[in-house]
């Protein structure tokens, strides 16, 4: 059997949601603990009430609705994540939330007691826009937030992770009572964030794996000097060595296999003076690829192709690795009951792999776990543009319902 | 004969007016109307009264130390600037001040009136530090200044430049009233900023030519996209785009010939985060050449390669020039006496082009003009390593003291 959604509830969630948080000029800023992010739990939290669910907040702030199952020992959890990047749409994350909250508003409206308990879940925090706390939400939930991290964590304006906790009512030292062993799978529906389904004219994914990602930052410094006075010969120019080598990497991974990703995101260009031939760049490397030994592989050979032209050119270069996360493999019995699903709503699917990172990456590694893709138009994201069709917004969380029926039911 | 100049005053003078504007690092930031920049003028005239010189403070902050002459409706002028670029460095404009001071002091103490009137002048701003109003003090001594720039100018913080002048007692309605129109020679001392000298191991460089230069802001705009979900062939990066026409420019200018030169000197990448795929660069670029036509011509070639390496990128590209100044050829005559007072002196001399752009090269459109270069170790300029020699200091100003004895003697 195949669960119908609302379409005018599904619109309105996604519509009331995307107002709190959003800039004048349409992109969105809902950051961890800010008070667009406490009205926005706030308002799904009422959401899930009105749906029939139990609601519970966490100690970190992720909120909880509930629908007990006969056997209430374990859970099975879907939803995502909360917070936006800077500039941010509307649907990375909470679409995910919003999807999990019509499946269960729909299976709780069959009247029947499930199986397993079904749960949704929207996580604090994801995408460290505030804090570098990235998955702060699924690691609360998963014991790996540190007893010190509140307390040490500072957004950009000096304000501790603890004091924005305790603004929204929150307790820092609480955190690790939001630790829980229940879960029994997490299956998370999200936007796609690229244009395969799109280009394919598939209307869902299933996720086979998450890739893996290496953040470093990377310093180049040269010598700052006049640009009039200094011959080209004689310079030691730091952004044009930055250049090269930013050009000669993404050629590399461009070129190797379909794979990889390599981005150039933040330029920090010093002095930066007209005038002035800059005498250091400090610059950020995103890499990513969705098998572990290519991604390795790929980060060996970035360093070899930076150092060769750093020493070419007589600049020196250093790397630092901010961040390492591997290759998640999803669940295949849950993708199973995913492509199951799609087929008892009518709906196409096709397998392929996230290019981006997501909660089910790290929960994944600890529960079983899949990934639902809904298309994303024109494959844009983390950007006001981010848009995902109404009718494909109700497809993607009839096929989480439905797939949750076949799980808990 | 040559002019002996005292070699302790000299090295004071540099010494305490090097801390005026000071950064705890060692780097320079002397901005026009700022509080280093009012002390240092006031430091200026005060050592120009000592040396017995007549002074004068113009409407927008010029600092001039007189030595009349027996005809004293013209004047011979020395000087240069007494502003910094941001973490610059202790030479540049201020070293051409001081050997103008020391000399003309030296020239009063030989008891003798000269023929023409000799002066020298610390000007208030040639860097665009602060203001974009490059040359604004000898543009207001050329009567170049218009009656409404200093309402609206205004500063990275908002303030006027007129709120700025006021500030520093000085009155913005009067502008125009440091138009001077008996000014019949300039001759600048300036250190090289560059290593001509020091590879040749020569004592002095007489300027041939003063480069011609262009600046423009180029934007590049591409598509903001998700790092991970955007494969490589489907991005419109504006930051690789921008890379790679700034590395093709770059290598078309240094392998056109030897007089070009090209910097690209400030980058805003937007938005600025390691997970985003770049959507718009806002670049400056800094473009120079001795010779009118062939200035023109890269400046030409180069909009030719950034639209076709644009174009096959999918990314726009737009250009817009904030400067055009044409090369200026020094006076012969003034040449032929700062080279005769090297011989005089027991220095060596040769000719050379500025790859830098200074007031002589305004000045030179209007009155004849000539510059003399002292060595800059390693060619540092304009950051805190920029040095010149003690005995480098002394050798110029001595050498610009006989010109100006043969000259108005």
Same mark, same amino acid.
């Given at each position: 059997?195949?669960?119908?959604?609302?379409?005018?509830?599904?619109? %309105?969630?996604?519509?009331?949601?995307?107002?709190?948080?959003?800039?004048?000029?349409?992109?969105?800023?809902?950051?961890?603990?800010?008070?667009?992010?406490?009205? &926005?739990?706030?308002?799904?939290?009422?959401?899930?009430?009105? &749906?029939?669910?139990?609601?519970?907040?966490?100690?970190?702030?992720?909120?909880?609705?509930?629908?007990?199952?006969? @056997?209430?020992?374990? !859970? #099975?959890?879907?939803?995502?994540? =909360?917070? !936006?990047?800077?500039?941010?749409?509307?649907?990375?994350?909470?679409?995910?939330?919003?999807?999990?909250? /019509?499946?269960?508003?729909?299976? &709780?409206?069959? *009247?029947?007691?499930? %199986?397993?308990?079904?749960?949704?879940?929207?996580?604090? $925090?994801?995408?460290?826009?505030?804090?570098?706390?990235?998955?702060?939400?699924?690691?609360?939930?998963?014991?790996?937030?540190?007893?010190?991290?509140? &307390?040490?964590?500072?957004?950009? @304006?000096?304000?501790?992770?603890?004091?924005?906790?305790?603004?929204?009512?929150?307790?820092?030292?609480?955190?690790?009572?939001?630790?829980?062993?229940?879960?029994?799978?997490?299956?998370?529906?999200? #936007?796609?964030?690229?244009?395969?389904?799109?280009?394919?004219?598939?209307?869902?994914?299933?996720?086979?794996? #998450? +890739?893996?990602?290496?953040?470093?930052?990377?310093?180049? +410094?040269?010598?700052?000097?006049?640009?009039?006075?200094?011959?080209?010969?004689?310079?030691?120019?730091?952004?044009?060595?930055?250049?090269?080598?930013?050009?000669? =990497? !993404?050629?590399?991974?461009?070129?190797?296999?379909?794979?990889?990703?390599?981005?150039?995101?933040?330029?920090?260009?010093?002095?930066?003076?007209?005038?002035?031939?800059? *005498?250091?760049?400090?610059?950020?490397?995103?890499?990513?690829?969705?098998?572990?030994?290519?991604?390795?592989? %790929?980060?060996?050979?970035?360093?070899?192709?930076?150092?060769? #032209?750093? /020493? %070419?050119?007589?600049?020196?270069?250093?790397?630092?690795?901010?961040?390492?996360?591997?290759? !998640?493999?999803? @669940?295949?019995?849950?993708?199973?009951?995913?492509?199951? /699903?799609?087929?008892?709503?009518?709906?196409?699917?096709?397998?392929?792999?996230?290019?981006?990172?997501?909660?089910?990456?790290?929960?994944?590694?600890?529960?079983?776990?899949?990934?639902?893709?809904?298309?994303?138009? $024109?494959?844009?994201?983390?950007?006001?543009?981010?848009? +995902?069709?109404?009718? @494909?917004?109700?497809?993607?969380?009839?096929?989480?319902?439905?797939?949750?029926?076949?799980?808990?039911?």
């Amino acid at each position: 059997m195949n669960i119908d959604i609302d379409p005018q509830k599904m619109a %309105r969630y996604v519509e009331e949601l995307g107002r709190l948080g959003e800039l004048p000029d349409g992109g969105m800023a809902r950051f961890q603990y800010d008070v667009a992010w406490a009205q &926005a739990q706030d308002l799904v939290a009422g959401w899930m009430r009105e &749906a029939g669910l139990r609601v519970r907040r966490d100690a970190v702030g992720n909120v909880f609705g509930r629908l007990p199952g006969a @056997d209430d020992s374990a !859970t #099975i959890l879907t939803g995502s994540h =909360i917070d !936006t990047v800077p500039e941010g749409g509307k649907y990375d994350g909470a679409l995910g939330v919003l999807a999990g909250l /019509a499946a269960l508003e729909a299976l &709780a409206a069959l *009247g029947e007691r499930p %199986r397993t308990s079904l749960e949704v879940v929207s996580l604090c $925090e994801e995408e460290s826009s505030r804090y570098q706390a990235n998955f702060f939400g699924s690691r609360a939930m998963l014991g790996l937030v540190g007893p010190d991290e509140p &307390a040490t964590l500072k957004d950009a @304006d000096g304000v501790s992770m603890a004091e924005a906790m305790t603004a929204v009512g929150l307790d820092p030292s609480a955190v690790a009572t939001a630790k829980r062993d229940d879960v029994a799978a997490f299956v998370e529906l999200h #936007i796609e964030q690229g244009k395969v389904l799109e280009t394919a004219g598939t209307d869902v994914g299933i996720v086979e794996v #998450i +890739t893996g990602l290496v953040w470093e930052e990377i310093v180049v +410094t040269g010598r700052q000097d006049h640009a009039g006075g200094t011959p080209m010969d004689a310079r030691l120019d730091a952004v044009q060595a930055a250049a090269e080598i930013s050009t000669a =990497i !993404t050629r590399h991974v461009a070129e190797t296999d379909k794979a990889g990703r390599v981005t150039f995101g933040r330029w920090d260009v010093r002095p930066g003076w007209p005038s002035i031939v800059p *005498g250091e760049v400090v610059l950020s490397m995103d890499l990513r690829h969705t098998v572990a030994e290519d991604l390795k592989a %790929r980060a060996d050979e970035v360093h070899r192709i930076a150092a060769t #032209i750093a /020493a %070419r050119r007589g600049v020196e270069i250093t790397f630092e690795r901010l961040k390492d996360e591997t290759p !998640t493999v999803m @669940d295949t019995r849950l993708r199973e009951a995913l492509t199951q /699903a799609a087929a008892d709503c009518g709906a196409t699917s096709m397998d392929l792999p996230s290019g981006a990172g997501h909660d089910s990456q790290l929960m994944g590694e600890h529960v079983p776990t899949a990934m639902l893709f809904v298309p994303s138009v $024109e494959g844009r994201s983390h950007c006001k543009e981010e848009y +995902t069709h109404p009718e @494909d917004c109700v497809r993607g969380a009839s096929v989480l319902a439905t797939a949750l029926h076949r799980m808990a039911f």
